[in-house]
């Protein structure tokens, strides 16, 4: 099992700039996406932004130009850069990852961190 620990999250006042980082750890595994979501009081779990192992990103229209996923499979870590924070930013952020164990990449698996607490403050 891959576990996930998520850092970066706090109080910010709008305008500001946080960046999330989420480390995975575990024994001979091989991540494929990893994915940052958020949830608000009261509010669904949404997605923000993936990345894939190759490289390639999506990023929600919410987040667009103001956040920016990226990932260092040396440090087996996902960030999410995010600049330009607005009130609407606040919530929980989650990251998640799908991986593999060993050599087994056709029984992928899937972990998720604890969350980090993001508020923005108008």
């Known amino acids: 099992q891959v576990r996930l620990v998520e850092t970066g999250g706090g109080l910010v006042q709008s305008g500001a700039s946080l960046r999330l980082s989420c480390a995975a750890s575990?024994?001979?595994?091989?991540?494929?996406?990893m994915t940052w979501y958020r949830q608000a009081p009261g509010m669904q779990r949404e997605l923000v932004a993936d990345i894939t192992r190759g490289g390639r990103s999506y990023h929600a229209d919410a987040v667009k130009g103001r956040f920016t996923i990226s990932r260092d499979d040396a440090r087996n870590t996902v960030y999410l850069q995010m600049n330009a924070l607005k009130p609407e930013d606040t919530a929980v952020y989650y990251c998640t990852v799908k991986y593999y164990i060993g050599r087994e990449y056709w029984a992928e698996r899937s972990s998720w961190g604890q969350g980090t607490q993001v508020t923005v403050s108008s």
């Open positions: 575990g024994s001979e595994f091989t991540i494929n996406d």
